[in-house]
């Protein structure tokens, strides 16, 4: 069966502190997919990035960077000098490329707060 | 802003009613995705549509149904209203279907309330 967890519901940091997400994923299949999407608290949800399990290097985006580890079937993402813009609720994502619909699996998320 | 509309923003009706909610998905995108986010059930797929077909079906209740017209929109009808039923109800697409490496644009969500 395929799964997402993130274990960390929720994560309370000071403004310029740097803060890690978890996401441990399960899956059998060699070829999968794997996303962070971002819920502010306006209620959308906004894509910040994929992966494909046959790429594990690690990426990094302004302020944002993933680690992806097949190893420990792992997908974090951090977050350094945090800011309350930051401040959403954040889903890690699989999706499995022979699976018969293109579903998302989500994980339950993990609300993150920035204290000024 | 991810280019995917949804209406209405928000819907307040009672049990046992009918209501619509309506998608349109980026320009160029011919998959349209629902989900359901609830407090306890987190985020569900409910249907998949491409190009007007049904493509895959996930948690999606018998008295919801869904359908993309020719114009590429879509719908989602939910009848027979029960309170559980109050949720977020997102629309996604995405350029194609098979895919599954395709990454889904969300539309930001229509909020449901049965009462």
């Known amino acids: 069966a395929q799964k997402v967890t993130q274990a960390q519901t929720e994560i309370s940091v000071v403004e310029k502190e740097d803060v890690t997400l978890d996401c441990v994923y399960e899956?059998?299949?060699?070829?999968?997919?794997l996303f962070w999407y971002k819920q502010p608290p306006s209620g959308e949800l906004v894509f910040l990035i994929r992966?494909?399990?046959?790429?594990?290097q690690n990426e990094i985006s302004g302020r944002y960077s993933w680690n992806f580890q097949k190893s420990t079937s792992s997908f974090n993402f951090t977050i350094t000098a945090s800011q309350v813009v930051d401040s959403a609720v954040y889903f890690c994502?699989?999706?499995?490329?022979?699976?018969?619909?293109?579903?998302?699996?989500f994980g339950s998320g993990t609300r993150l707060s920035i204290r000024p | 802003d991810s280019g995917v509309t949804q209406t209405p923003k928000h819907l307040i009706t009672a049990t046992g009613q009918r209501v619509t909610l309506r998608c349109s998905p980026r320009s160029g995108d011919l998959s349209v995705y629902w989900y359901q986010q609830s407090l306890d059930q987190g985020l569900q797929f409910l249907i998949q549509y491409y190009n007007g077909e049904e493509r895959a079906k996930g948690n999606i209740l018998e008295r919801f149904s869904a359908q993309q017209f020719p114009d590429l929109h879509s719908e989602l009808n939910l009848s027979s209203l029960e309170l559980g039923d109050s949720a977020l109800y997102f629309c996604a697409s995405s350029e194609r279907t098979s895919g599954p490496g395709e990454t889904q644009y969300f539309g930001p969500g229509t909020r449901l309330l049965v009462l």
């Open positions: 994502a699989l999706t499995l490329k022979y699976s018969s619909a293109s579903k998302i699996i």
């Open positions: 899956t059998r299949d060699t070829t999968y997919y």
């Open positions: 992966r494909n399990s046959f790429d594990e």
